[in-house]
């Protein structure tokens, strides 16, 4: 893989975060982490990952695109996908509301205000409902995405042909981007104080040049590499 990667072109990346979010963004196509990039597309067209890549992301796109229409093929899952979302908007309500009762609280007893009496009377009835939505907020959503991760696996088993092709398609990009990131760090391209800075978020590990650094754990699924190129820099 060493000798393949030398011939090949690396790309001008001029934003490491971009291009952190980009492959991290590809390499979840993979793990079948299907969402939005539209955001991307703003991004590469703003010239943040080279030229040269933003002629290859018109295929790579397309490869997305067709695991994204066929999961959106399966309307059960755009309902869970929906209810995710409801449980994460709901939670940023309720973290508001808790947020400003404690808020009023302290104020209410640190300047002695005469409706001080009645914060804890709120408290004890706002207290239930506060912790059930904050439980629901913290362990509702992943566990819908679980759910929406096994069944697209179930759903993209029947088809194996799509999914092996795409697989190569996608990991041959996403270690172009990690070749591309190294090749900068090396030459000074990028503006890198210390070794944290090229800390990169991959779901898959299966890439040349890289090192894992954290595992993935309760609340983050993906792993923390870094580029043996920075490895050896820093």
Not at 147 to 173: P, Q
Not at 210 to 229: C, D, H, L, M, Q
Request: aromatic residues 10%.
């Amino acid at each position: 893989m060493s000798g393949i990667r030398k011939k090949r072109a690396f790309y001008n990346i001029e934003d490491l975060r971009t291009a952190k979010k980009i492959l991290m963004l590809i390499d979840g196509y993979r793990r079948l982490n299907i969402e939005d990039f539209a955001w991307a597309d703003k991004e590469v067209k703003e010239g943040k990952m080279g030229l040269k890549f933003s002629k290859d992301w018109k295929e790579i796109r397309a490869t997305m695109l067709k695991f994204a229409r066929e999961a959106g093929s399966q309307k059960h899952l755009l309902n869970l996908a929906a209810l995710q979302q409801i449980l994460i908007q709901v939670g940023l309500v309720i973290s508001a509301i808790t947020t400003l009762l404690a808020t009023l609280s302290m104020v209410a007893f640190l300047f002695h205000f005469e409706w001080a009496e009645l914060v804890p009377k709120i408290l004890s009835y706002a207290f239930i409902p506060l912790a059930i939505g904050i439980m629901i907020m913290l362990i509702g959503p992943p566990l819908i995405s679980r759910k929406i991760s096994s069944e697209l696996e179930k759903f993209f088993a029947r088809k194996k042909n799509l999914v092996i092709n795409a697989d190569l398609k996608l990991k041959d990009a996403a270690q172009k981007i990690i070749d591309s990131i190294s090749e900068a760090i090396r030459n000074d391209k990028l503006k890198i104080k210390k070794e944290k800075d090229c800390e990169l978020g991959l779901f898959n590990t299966d890439y040349d040049g890289i090192k894992i650094v954290k595992k993935p754990s309760i609340f983050r699924k993906y792993y923390i590499v870094i580029p043996e190129a920075c490895l050896k820099k820093y």
